[in-house]
């Protein structure tokens, strides 16, 4: 199963994927009945998550919802240290996750939009360079694994702060590999897809986050909290939601 999925997100079009993975995913999941983990997101129970990523990471994948590890921690924290789920607010939403769009969309309280250069689940077509709305449109933002596949990050930050409302706030996720170089590596003359994999780890990845991407994203006038909130959860809750060893990026327009 693990090479099977690794094979699918290596050669299908992520715009395909998008469309009918669901679908697959759900008719795996009658071969994962059980109820050892839980997904936070959609609330099934099965005997283990589906297997995801290039490298076919174990106990990954909710087969209902499509939850990642990272988009069920993102879940917990919004539910527990936000009142995202609670307060009127307009929020733009980046590249947005299967898991999370219907759930988002329901919430009476929420004006939702989503955005990004070719899903086809988005509502508006756009370059993160170039954000086609006023400044201070937005409450708050959700940016994730994003910023390693655009051409200028820098720039990218920067208009997610102007779009951005004074007190509002955006979660930006990169991935990490350890271990962490202290800058962030990016070479613009490294263009082929193995070239690519080799320096950056995937064929549409464009830079390596190092230890400074915290200052990155204050370059932008952002106050950045690297929130270490899976410290705060327990080991069998970590365990039960199959959650991953990462810091929350949690960025605002102060």
């Known amino acids: 199963?693990?090479?099977?999925?690794?094979?699918?997100?290596?050669?299908?079009?992520?715009?395909?994927?998008?469309?009918?993975?669901?679908?697959?995913?759900?008719?795996?999941?009658?071969?994962?009945?059980?109820?050892?983990?839980?997904?936070?997101?959609c609330d099934k129970k099965y005997r283990k998550f589906l297997p995801y990523g290039r490298k076919g990471r174990d106990n990954a994948l909710c087969p209902n919802c499509l939850a990642l590890e990272r988009h069920r921690l993102i879940?917990?924290?919004?539910?527990?240290?936000?009142?995202?789920?609670?307060?009127?607010?307009?929020?733009?939403?980046?590249?947005?996750?299967?898991?999370?769009?219907?759930?988002?969309?329901?919430?009476?309280?929420?004006?939702?939009?989503?955005?990004?250069?070719?899903?086809?689940?988005?509502?508006?077509?756009?370059?993160?360079?170039?954000?086609p709305f006023p400044e201070n449109t937005f409450d708050c933002t959700m940016c994730n694994h994003v910023m390693e596949h655009v051409d200028d990050d820098i720039k990218a930050m920067s208009e997610l702060y102007r779009v951005l409302k004074p007190g509002g706030w955006v979660i930006v996720q990169v991935p990490f590999y350890p271990p962490l170089a202290e800058s962030t590596f990016e070479d613009p003359s490294i263009t082929t897809p193995?070239?690519?994999?080799?320096?950056?780890?995937?064929?549409?990845?464009?830079?390596?986050?190092?230890?400074?991407?915290?200052?990155?994203?204050?370059?932008?006038?952002?106050?950045?909290?690297?929130?270490?909130?899976?410290?705060?959860?327990?080991?069998?809750l970590v365990q039960k939601h199959a959650l991953p060893n990462e810091a929350i990026f949690f960025c605002e327009k102060t």
């Open 194 to 236: 193995s070239e690519r994999i080799k320096a950056f780890g995937q064929e549409d990845h464009v830079r390596l986050y190092g230890k400074d991407y915290q200052q990155r994203l204050e370059q932008s006038g952002f106050t950045v909290t690297e929130n270490r909130f899976i410290d705060s959860l327990t080991g069998d």
């Open 75 to 131: 879940w917990m924290f919004l539910k527990e240290k936000t009142d995202f789920f609670t307060r009127n607010q307009k929020m733009l939403h980046i590249a947005p996750e299967y898991c999370f769009m219907d759930r988002f969309e329901s919430l009476p309280h929420l004006d939702y939009i989503t955005a990004d250069i070719e899903s086809p689940l988005a509502k508006v077509k756009m370059d993160i360079h170039e954000i």
């Open 1 to 41: 199963m693990k090479y099977i999925i690794s094979l699918a997100i290596r050669y299908i079009p992520r715009r395909k994927l998008q469309l009918v993975g669901h679908f697959f995913a759900k008719a795996l999941s009658l071969f994962y009945l059980g109820s050892q983990v839980q997904c936070p997101v």
